[in-house]
């Protein structure tokens, strides 16, 4: 199409000269909305001039501003969810500035219903911000989060509709969105992306920010072309504390104590935060924020697993001497685990207010974890068709000749997060510019890790299926020390990095088209990142001086599934290694393996650009546009090939290095419409396209090869397997439709229903890919690929309701219907809350639940999780306005984590955790 020949619609027309255009005694009215002692700021307020019908949303402040008013008399009008309406006459004369608080609630006792009740002003807040959000949106109030026993940021999320928490240890720690791994969704802190911790992943497990550094979550479930794509499931916003969320200095101090009844243990925990506001000359105010949290806790689990899941075999039946198919396990373990856990995170926040309207940030947050665990395990190891787990009888005396290794392993882990933001946003004439830089470094280290293995063979074991759980039967010599050689050391310290520095720019402008006002605004964003993994591993495996399990004895651990046996002292174990250990022989085939064959350095530069229309027609609200972005990712590994030749009784290890990259682009185009009915009644559509982007685990650049070299009926035979990453595998790509309605009801409550649907190409699944042309030669080759397309369509209700009485209900629920073999899709996810609060007491009884979730597949069977339900209870007492003590009861009912193999009768892991009790005492000045 020539140049020439190309008309500008009038829209475009009328976009460009108001963009162009320079308003002629042009006025505004900025403001923030409050209480009547201008002490709190209300966020997600809706704020409209009736005689232009403009509209804006206060920020998390309570300000908000109207710009290029021409003179005359305006109307502001405000509506906050659980206040009256209220409307303010505002007269612009000579195009002035006119800026004031607006206080919300005609009625005193409206505004007290939001203010003094926790409960009810968390509940306020989040439900404003998510009726008037431009997306689908989700959100929990710092007061929200403390109503419930929730011990991190993960926790906090799982209350809300479609989300779900993937647990380890009985902690809550990665979030999923509808069902969705926690991979494929998108975790900001403070606007910028973080840097996950852990080697091979992207997601970053949220139990390493305590739930006190947090001022508010949000969950995007539809996005706009101003996010970042990387976002299939939807994107967590966790916002930290900052000075200008309330008007005067505040701070608070809670100190608490934990009791586990499995191990009878106790924990502390104590957590603090200060905010100040300081006036500067020239009228600029600098607002001073921080935070501050310690928690450890001593705990454990009791666990029982089938190690490789169950196997069909053929055996004799011991009545009918015939032979029958049943289903037999190689190896059943038990369990046993001490754990201390230490959390430790702060924060300090600056923010800059100038005369003139301009603000600049700097937002920080540091979080350390540690995980000290010492497990004990039995592994009693049969041969296939052994034992078989339908008939075997304990009183048939029916033991078989089998071995059992009895190990340790004594294990510190530390993880750190450090984010740090600078930003800053200014308006110069009519456009409003924002930028920020970030950067944030997560570093996970493994130092000293000792695991020690002792062998005995030639005992009587036995085990039949009872439900869930496998009874496990021993002989005496099983539970004698003595017949347990110490026959491996493996030492470890590994180290895992990842970092990441970005640089982001928006610009926005308004704009009015036909007498209906808009919004302009686009935008760039550049991420560079680098992860690293690092393991070191030196295997022992002689030079023990004959040492048995008894050198090591300790008493026998409390275990709720059977008898354990004597348990193995840590600390001797500890001294053992470090006085010994020059005289120890190492393998060093084991050792080279283990140390190279996981190691990797993967770098990945993203570069985004987009441009977004939002739009205001009568009740409709429109935002619509482009996004772009770039991925150039490479990384470097090893090939490690372990060569046996058994007919020349040799081994060696070859090392070689691999690299790979690649380099794609997309475009992402969005819409997300709102249509008011009505002031209550409200509904939503989107259209978006989304990604994710390979786990670096999955794509990095790492072989390990086993070659075994044997003669079989006089014939030379090589055998080759091998396990490899995929540096070309593609992202997943998603196309999303979502449509939503929700109704308000006037006080604090909404009832809402949902339908959304995912259409995911490119899923990465592990597949055999030994006959795909590129491994002639191999018996079996395992590689994550891109295996075609997937889908997942579901419906979403939630209903909360405050009712005068002082009772509280919260219900949600999420149904799914998607492909099998969906790791981690739960086809139900959902919440009921039980509550009643007044002046004095509040009280909380809360049911999470998840059914079951395909996981992996083992030994050509799926391994799922269990459905799993787990009740809290949460009970406060207002000693006075600033004074709380508080109880949380966490799993009342001991629920289990389970997984099975095939048939839910058939054990892969059961592990309890014991319920939790605290007591707290809390006291804050606002």
């Given at each position: 199409?020539?140049?020439?020949?190309?008309?500008?619609?009038?829209?475009?027309?009328?976009?460009?000269?108001?963009?162009?255009?320079?308003?002629?005694?042009?006025?505004?009215?900025?403001?923030?909305?409050?209480?009547?002692?201008?002490?709190?700021?209300?966020?997600?307020?809706?704020?409209?001039?009736?005689?232009?019908?403009?509209?804006?949303?206060?920020?998390?402040?309570?300000?908000?501003i109207f710009k290029d008013l021409t003179d005359g008399q305006y109307t502001i009008q405000i509506t906050y969810l659980g206040a009256e309406p209220v409307e303010y006459p505002i007269n612009i004369k000579d195009g002035q500035i006119v800026e004031q608080n607006f206080v919300i609630g005609n009625e005193q006792a409206a505004l007290e219903n939001i203010i003094v009740y926790g409960q009810q002003a968390g509940q306020a807040g989040a439900l404003n911000r998510q009726k008037n959000a431009k997306t689908l949106k989700s959100v929990?109030?710092?007061?929200?989060?403390?109503?419930?026993?929730?011990?991190?940021?993960?926790?906090?999320?799982?209350?809300?509709?479609g989300m779900f928490i993937q647990r380890d240890q009985g902690e809550g720690r990665f979030v999923g969105i509808r069902g969705i791994d926690p991979n494929l969704n998108n975790l900001t802190i403070n606007g910028t992306n973080i840097a996950s911790p852990e080697s091979g992943v992207r997601s970053v497990a949220m139990d390493v920010i305590p739930s006190e550094l947090i001022e508010g979550l949000e969950v995007s479930k539809t996005v706009?072309?101003?996010m970042d794509a990387d976002a299939i499931g939807g994107s967590i916003e966790v916002k930290s504390l900052s000075a200008f969320d309330r008007e005067d200095g505040s701070y608070s101090v809670t100190v608490q104590g934990s009791y586990n009844e499995q191990t009878e243990d106790s924990s502390p925990k104590l957590s603090g935060s200060y905010t100040e506001i300081f006036e500067l000359d020239s009228g600029n105010r600098l607002g001073v924020a921080a935070a501050l949290s310690w928690f450890e806790r001593e705990f454990g689990s009791h666990n029982i697993e089938t190690d490789g899941g169950w196997f069909d075999v053929e055996f004799e039946d011991k009545n009918s001497g015939e032979d029958v198919e049943?289903?037999?396990?190689?190896?059943?373990?038990?369990?046993?685990?001490l754990i201390t856990r230490e959390r430790t995170g702060a924060a300090i926040n600056f923010d800059l207010q100038t005369q003139s309207g301009d603000k600049y940030y700097l937002r920080t947050l540091y979080s350390?974890?540690?995980?000290?665990?010492?497990?004990?395990?039995?592994e009693y190891k049969f041969e296939k068709g052994q034992v078989d787990a339908a008939t075997w009888s304990a009183t048939s005396g029916d033991f078989v000749d089998a071995e059992m290794d009895r190990d340790t392993k004594d294990r510190y882990e530390e993880q750190e997060i450090l984010s740090v933001v600078l930003g800053g946003e200014n308006q110069f004439d009519h456009w409003l510019v924002e930028y920020n830089l970030g950067y944030s470094k997560s570093t996970e280290d493994e130092p000293n890790r000792i695991d020690a293995d002792f062998a005995g063979e030639g005992f009587n074991l036995g085990y039949s299926t009872v439900g869930d759980k496998p009874a496990l039967y021993q002989d005496a010599a099983a539970h004698d020390l003595a017949n347990f050689e110490l026959d491996e050391i493996a030492f470890e310290n590994n180290h895992t990095e990842d970092e990441e520095l970005s640089f982001k720019i928006d610009l926005t402008r308004d704009f009015v088209w036909n007498n209906h006002n808009g919004q302009l605004k686009f935008?760039?964003?550049?991420?560079?990142?680098?992860?690293?993994?690092?393991?070191?591993?030196?295997?022992?495996?002689?030079?023990f001086d004959d040492a048995s399990a008894l050198n090591f004895a300790a008493n026998t651990p409390d275990w709720d599934h059977g008898n354990f046996g004597p348990g193995l002292s840590k600390a001797a174990i500890r001294s053992f290694f470090f006085q010994n250990q020059s005289g120890f022989e190492v393998n060093g085939l084991d050792s080279q393996i283990d140390s190279l064959s996981d190691a990797y350095s993967s770098e990945e530069d993203i570069t985004a650009a987009y441009g977004m229309v939002s739009l205001d027609v009568d009740s409709w609200h429109i935002v619509a546009g482009l996004r772009y972005e770039s991925t150039d990712f490479s990384t470097q590994g090893n090939k490690v090939e372990l060569i046996v030749d058994e007919i020349n009784d040799d081994e060696q290890v070859v090392i070689d290095t691999w690299s790979g990259e690649q380099d794609y682009d997309h475009l992402f185009p969005s819409v997300n419409i709102r249509y008011d009915i009505s002031d209550k009644l409200v509904t939503r559509f989107a259209y978006t396209e989304t990604l994710a982007r390979p786990s670096f685990s999955d794509s990095a650049a790492k072989q390990v090869i086993e070659s075994e070299t044997v003669e079989d009926d006089g014939q030379i035979i090589t055998e080759r397997k091998a396990e490899v990453g995929n540096p070309d595998l593609k992202p997943f790509e998603s196309s999303n439709l979502d449509f939503s309605i929700e109704y308000y009801p006037g006080q604090i409550g909404v009832m809402s229903a949902g339908l959304f649907y995912k259409d995911i190409d490119n899923y990465i699944v592990v597949k055999e890919v030994q006959d795909n042309g590129l491994w002639d030669g191999y018996e079996e080759v395992l590689q994550p690929v891109n295996g075609g397309s997937a889908s997942i369509s579901g419906i979403e209700l939630a209903w909360t309701k405050n009712f005068d009485s002082g009772l509280l209900i919260s219900a949600n629920g999420t149904w799914t219907d998607a492909d099998d073999e969906m790791p981690s899709q739960s086809d139900t996810v959902g919440n009921l809350t039980l509550g009643y609060e007044n002046r004095h007491l509040s009280a909380r009884l809360t049911l999470s639940h998840?059914?079951?979730?395909?996981?992996?597949?083992?030994s050509d069977y799926d391994v799922f999780e269990d459905s799993h339900n787990q009740v809290d209870f949460n009970l406060k007492y207002f000693v006075n306005d600033n004074a709380t003590i508080y109880f949380n009861a966490i799993n009342l009912t001991d629920e289990a984590y389970y997984l099975y193999h095939g048939n839910s009768q058939y054990n892969y892991q059961y592990e309890t955790y014991g319920s939790t009790f605290e007591l707290g005492f809390t006291y804050n000045s606002f």
């Open positions: 199409m020539q140049f020439n020949s190309w008309k500008l619609s009038p829209i475009s027309l009328a976009l460009a000269a108001s963009l162009l255009s320079t308003p002629v005694l042009a006025g505004d009215i900025k403001g923030k909305v409050t209480d009547s002692q201008n002490k709190v700021y209300f966020d997600g307020a809706l704020v409209e001039i009736k005689e232009t019908k403009q509209k804006q949303v206060t920020k998390r402040d309570g300000s908000f929990v109030s710092s007061d929200a989060i403390g109503q419930f026993p929730d011990q991190n940021a993960a926790e906090a999320l799982q209350r809300l509709p706009t072309p101003d049943g289903f037999g396990a190689e190896e059943v373990e038990q369990r046993h685990y350390q974890f540690s995980d000290d665990e010492f497990r004990l395990r039995n935008g760039a964003k550049h991420r560079s990142r680098e992860k690293s993994n690092r393991p070191d591993v030196v295997i022992y495996d002689g030079g998840k059914s079951e979730a395909y996981q992996f597949t083992d």
